[in-house]
T-cell receptor
């Protein structure tokens, strides 16, 4: 099993550009999550999903969108990138309360 | 809403010394509790978890943690630290019936001196 995979690993965006961060898990977990990690702030939940077709907002959803068409995939969309979205983004999936994390995507918006 | 406090932002210990990282949570009932470790440039790896039962839980890499309900704490310990333990450590709390969402503390960065 590859676990949770994320692409790309690094990306630089200009203000106003859009992009999609990809997340895939091969563990057949129903629950999936997107977090952002900023220095000294821990991890903040952006969006989560309890199954295909079901998503909900987390603590910091503004500026982001998600979709969940399959159990495996949970992409995160940034429509109009802003410098405040410079961060490291982690995707995770969960089984019985225990979350498994991907390696992260480091995004810089300039 | 639940919250997690890790009062130590940065801790430095000598290799071979013992370690205790503090974690306090705020929640009315008994939550699920976790410790994760993050090496530089990596994702988070689960060290150990507490759901119920024995309040002293053992994890990977020789770590253990003790749940103390009276103190709302879940401190992480290791009797002898190795240089490879240098990393950032996150405590997290989860609650049943909330889609297994976790609330994370702000982390403690551990530096190990040789």
């Amino acid at each position: 099993n590859a676990g949770v995979t994320q692409t790309p690993k690094f990306r630089i965006l200009k203000i106003g550009q859009s992009m999609t961060l990809q997340c895939t898990q091969d563990m057949n977990h129903n629950y999936m999550y997107w977090y952002r990690q900023d220095p000294g702030m821990g991890l903040k939940l952006i969006y989560y999903s309890v199954g295909a077709g079901i998503t909900d907002k987390g603590e910091v959803p503004n500026g982001y969108n998600v979709s969940r068409s399959t159990t495996e995939d949970f992409p995160l969309r940034l429509e109009l990138a802003a410098p405040s979205q410079t961060s490291v983004y982690f995707c995770a999936s969960s089984l019985r309360g225990e979350q498994y994390f991907g390696p992260g995507t480091r995004l810089t918006v300039t | 809403a639940q919250s997690v406090t890790q009062p130590d932002i940065h801790i430095t210990v000598s290799e071979g010394a013992s370690l205790e990282l503090r974690c306090n949570y705020s929640y009315g009932a008994t939550p699920y509790l976790f410790w994760y470790v993050q090496s530089p440039g990596q994702g988070l790896q689960l060290l150990l978890k507490y759901f119920s039962g024995d309040t002293l839980v053992q994890g990977i890499k020789g770590f253990e943690a003790e749940f103390k309900r009276s103190q709302s704490s879940f401190n992480l310990r290791k009797p002898s630290v190795h240089w490879s333990d240098a990393a950032e450590y996150f405590c997290a709390v989860g609650i049943t019936g909330t889609a297994s969402k976790l609330t994370f503390g702000t982390g403690t960065r551990l530096q190990v001196t040789l």
